[in-house]
């Protein structure tokens, strides 16, 4: 298995474009008008499709994605909800598929010089930078095609769910992502804007007013989906993938029909992979501590911590009961618990 290497130039400052509402089409700018909106935390608003809230800009690129994205039977998508261990994911993902076209040790391997972002770029950011629908991308692209999105899985493009292509999913429990969502988005307003409250904040993420959210929703569709066609959809837990990082990286080779053989398992192979792809490892790169990405931001802004429990640092008893009683509301009879 090989993956083209590749890296998008961007068109424009995504982040910049986040506060930006007047570049849309008229036609475009009408059906925002019909959707309900709602407070952003990066955008002025964020608008329901589907189910779901979206920020204009990711909405475009959705649209875009959904009309003219085609699936190829071999295609691996990573889908999380925001600050789920997304560039993890990516990482270790990118790595195992290509471990023979870029091997581990090499010190040309491109998570040395590229941000995994990068490597694995979010499709509906893809399509958002384009001005007019687009065909067929990537049509040259070595099997397996190696993608990412933080869409529901309802807003994902028919051929995406009719094909034998891969899902792997990742969620991680709501108190982390919500202390490391409110540090990442603080860091870009920061440079447009002032932060939004942390106590504000909050109250949005619980009532289901973010990003691809509402959070719980999300999760429950690829938990549902896992459930139904576990030969399609993978779902991963961020802390047992932290607490067992080995074991999952086998999980995932099985799952993805490249399995580690008897020799590289003897060589260490699959402990060389959790080290390149390690946090400690990728937050210390150049490239991750200088660079930018696509969006047109410091790669620093990703990394901040990548601990299971840190929001017992931030979170009141109270802001901890009231996500607890959401999940266990939200996920009653799913089985699923977090």
Not at 7 to 27: A, H, I, M, W
Not at 79 to 87: A, D, E, Q, Y
Not at 108 to 128: G, I, K, Q, R
Request: hydrophobic share 35%; net charge negative.
């Amino acid at each position: 298995m090989a993956t083209s290497r590749r890296r998008l130039q961007p068109n424009s400052n995504l982040v910049q474009k986040c506060f930006e509402e007047d570049g849309f089409s008229q036609t475009f700018k009408n059906l925002l008008s019909s959707l309900p909106k709602a407070k952003g935390w990066l955008s002025p608003h964020l608008y329901n499709y589907e189910g779901f809230w979206l920020t204009a800009l990711h909405l475009q690129g959705t649209l875009f994605f959904q009309h003219n994205f085609q699936s190829q039977e071999s295609d691996i998508l990573l889908v999380t909800s925001p600050k789920s261990g997304t560039i993890w994911l990516k990482a270790m993902v990118f790595t195992l598929i290509n471990r023979m076209q870029y091997p581990v040790l090499s010190q040309e391997h491109p998570l040395l010089t590229s941000n995994p972002h990068d490597l694995v770029p979010f499709l509906e950011l893809e399509y958002a930078q384009e001005k007019y629908p687009i065909p067929q991308k990537d049509s040259s692209l070595t099997s397996p095609r190696l993608y990412s999105t933080h869409l529901p899985y309802v807003s994902l493009p028919e051929s995406v769910k009719n094909t034998k292509s891969k899902i792997i999913y990742m969620c991680r429990n709501p108190r982390d992502i919500f202390v490391s969502l409110w540090h990442y988005i603080s860091k870009l307003r920061s440079q447009e804007s002032e932060m939004i409250p942390f106590d504000e904040a909050f109250h949005m993420f619980s009532n289901g007013f973010t990003m691809a959210g509402p959070f719980w929703d999300h999760v429950l569709s690829y938990w549902e989906k896992s459930c139904e066609m576990p030969q399609k959809v993978l779902f991963l837990k961020y802390e047992e993938v932290k607490e067992q990082p080995l074991s999952h990286l086998r999980r995932l080779a099985e799952f993805l029909d490249c399995p580690f053989s008897l020799e590289e398992e003897e060589r260490g192979l699959v402990d060389e992979i959790i080290k390149l792809c390690s946090f400690d490892n990728l937050s210390n790169l150049e490239v991750n501590k200088s660079g930018k990405t696509l969006f047109g931001n410091d790669n620093g802004v990703f990394f901040r911590k990548g601990e299971a429990g840190d929001w017992k640092n931030h979170l009141t008893d109270e802001m901890v009961h009231r996500l607890n009683q959401i999940t266990e509301d939200k996920f009653k009879g799913s089985g699923l618990k977090l």
